[in-house]
């Protein structure tokens, strides 16, 4: 086996090791009862069943990855398990592509630890509660697998720019349009990027001119699709689902993911990050000055940046309970690289063929943050939308400030381990925050529909519910208010109103109280489990009290408490029925 080969397996070896870990340790820990995991379970199992996403079934994103699941569920069979093996296969396919993106400008040990900290803090991560922000089961699949989708349209618009070849350029506009077809921030990344590209080339090439009307042709790929469900549902399409994440009732969780619901505490995690990365600068610059860097100083080209960077990390780390917050300043780490960017693009036209790669890869991670600018990091909707801005770090870290250091290869080659060194511990400072929060789920839920463990406090809530629930006929049909809708999917009792919860943001459009009340009278539910909890993502909003007032006077006279554990109910019909 030549050297290369070897290398390859090296690193093959290295990620199989640390995903295989990940999934080992992990299993049957993603997922939540209460939140999202039921809508990604139980809609493609409706699908199969011959309901139509949009009229039937209430969605906010693409109709791709819930069609995909239930072709999964058709092959396979349907389980929870099916749809996380898919969850982890997309994960190490993005972390494939990663690695590929990351070796046209790195080594290979820094492109390995950037597709590692990606696996650490986004792929396999764990979450206290909701643990539904990781690739295994998502808040949506429809984010998972059109970022997936986007990453492989930037893989394959920069082959194209390299090698002019045309299949690259049809499987670039191809990866869009999957991506389009998933999720709305999915698709702004590897549209900023091809839209980059053919403002940098002016369309003075034929090449760009051809790539243009390929593009067209994608999305009007893309147009057509959304026009047969436009024509099946009508205005619903757009009213009812795809602007949900829009809609005032999103408002307070819009702001917290972006940081403004605390912009000063937003601020001060910003300037923590700009600190640690001030940190590793300096130490470029001084290492490019120092004579035993120079001179080849072996000792000190490793240990100096380790352990300086080591106790850097930790403290920023402690200073919020894990080392997401060393991330928090990539947002303007990135724009700033950028901005210089394109000034050398502007200004130094025979560096614009070397530059623009490098151009399109941080367009396309700052396309992906506006939604998490003041707070991007691998937490909440980060889970999705930072590998990209992982690259970038890794790039900055590992390429560009080395390259400070001038001819020095010494001081190169420690300010390089130094950037890995930071990576790697915010990973593992933030891994084990999320192995106590996976350790916490120690009883299983054992279904036909597969397993998926939980907390003692849910366990105690919800099993007996569930117990309950299976003393009903199969055809009993179950509302779950205001949210817990995997227990329709693993109870394998059907809902009622084409709704997975009913949040602030589900109470828009053509889903008034009244609406909703018209679909109960339509298809009378038999029972009602009301997980009344409280929504701190909503600024603690409370079913029956802030909002749902009317509908849940309608539930109040209709039903009656059969069996209450804590302030989740099971109602049953009154007497006389509604």
């Known amino acids: 086996m030549n050297p290369n080969a070897r290398a390859r397996a090296a690193v093959a070896a290295t990620l199989a090791t640390i995903a295989g870990y990940c999934v080992a340790t992990g299993w049957g820990r993603w997922g939540d009862l209460m939140v999202d995991t039921g809508r990604e379970l139980e809609w493609p199992r409706r699908i199969l069943e011959g309901e139509l996403l949009y009229r039937d079934l209430r969605f906010n994103y693409g109709p791709l990855a819930p069609h995909v699941n239930a072709v999964l569920y058709a092959l396979f069979g349907v389980r929870v398990e099916v749809l996380a093996a898919a969850g982890v296969v997309s994960a190490l396919v993005a972390g494939t592509i990663l690695y590929r993106i990351a070796r046209r400008f790195l080594a290979r040990p820094a492109s390995v630890t950037i597709v590692a900290t990606y696996f650490l803090t986004c792929a396999f991560a764990h979450q206290p509660s909701p643990d539904i922000f990781n690739w295994v089961l998502p808040h949506t699949y429809a984010a998972t697998y059109g970022m997936l989708a986007a990453l492989a349209a930037l893989h394959f618009l920069l082959r194209f720019v390299a090698k002019g070849r045309a299949y690259d350029s049809w499987l670039a506009v191809g990866m869009l349009a999957l991506a389009a077809l998933s999720k709305a921030e999915c698709s702004l990344p590897p549209l900023a990027a091809h839209g980059g590209w053919l403002i940098a080339t002016r369309l003075a090439h034929s090449s760009s001119r051809k790539h243009l009307a390929r593009l067209g042709s994608g999305l009007t ?8 469900f436009y024509a099946e549902t009508g205005p619903s399409l757009w009213r009812d689902n795809l602007a949900g994440v829009i809609n005032p009732g999103s408002t307070h969780f819009v702001l917290m993911l972006m940081g403004l619901d605390d912009p000063w505490q937003a601020l001060l995690h910003i300037a923590l990050s700009l600190a640690g990365f001030a ?11 120092t004579a035993l860097f120079q001179r080849g100083g072996r000792p000190v080209q490793v ?21 997401a917050v060393v991330f928090c300043g990539s947002s303007l780490i990135i724009a700033v690289v950028l901005l210089a960017q394109l000034i050398l693009f502007t200004v130094q036209e025979p560096m614009r063929k070397t530059l623009t790669p490098h151009l399109l890869v941080f367009v396309f991670a700052l396309a992906c943050l506006p939604r998490i600018f003041m707070r991007a990091t691998p937490v909440f909707y980060g889970y999705f939308l930072f590998p990209s801005a992982l690259l970038c770090l890794g790039i900055a870290l ?3 400030l080395p390259a400070w250091c ?30 106590i929060a996976a350790n916490r789920r120690d009883v299983a839920l054992e279904t036909p529909r597969g397993r998926m463990w939980l907390t003692a406090t849910d366990a105690d809530r919800f099993l007996p519910m569930l117990r ?18 995997a227990i329709n999917f693993f109870s394998e009792r059907p809902g009622v109103d084409g709704m997975f919860s009913h949040l602030p943001m589900d109470y828009y459009g053509g889903f008034t109280d009244q609406a909703i009340i018209a679909r109960w009278q339509r298809s009378p539910p038999d029972l009602v489990l009301w997980n009344n909890v409280p ?8 079913y029956c009290a802030t909002y749902g007032q009317a509908a ?8 009656r408490v059969a069996l209450k554990i804590d302030e989740v109910l099971l109602l049953s019909r009154a007497s006389a029925g509604p």
């Open 279 to 289: 940190v590793l600068g300096l130490l470029a610059v001084l290492a490019s000055r």
């Open 303 to 323: 240990v100096v940046p380790t352990v300086a960077l080591v106790a850097v990390v930790v403290a920023l780390g402690t200073a919020r309970g894990a080392g």
């Open 221 to 228: 790929v893309v147009v057509a699709i959304y026009g047969w």
């Open 552 to 559: 849940c006077a309608w539930l109040w006279e209709h039903y």
């Open 468 to 485: 309950a629930i299976d003393k009903s006929p199969p055809s009993t049909r179950l509302l779950v208010v205001p949210q817990a809708s």
């Open 406 to 435: 001038g001819t020095a290869t010494a001081a190169r080659r420690a300010v390089s381990i130094g950037g890995m060194v930071l990576l790697l511990c915010a990973a593992a400072l933030t891994h084990r925050t999320a192995r």
């Open 398 to 400: 590992c390429g560009y």
């Open 535 to 542: 929504m701190p993502y909503f600024g603690n909003a409370r």
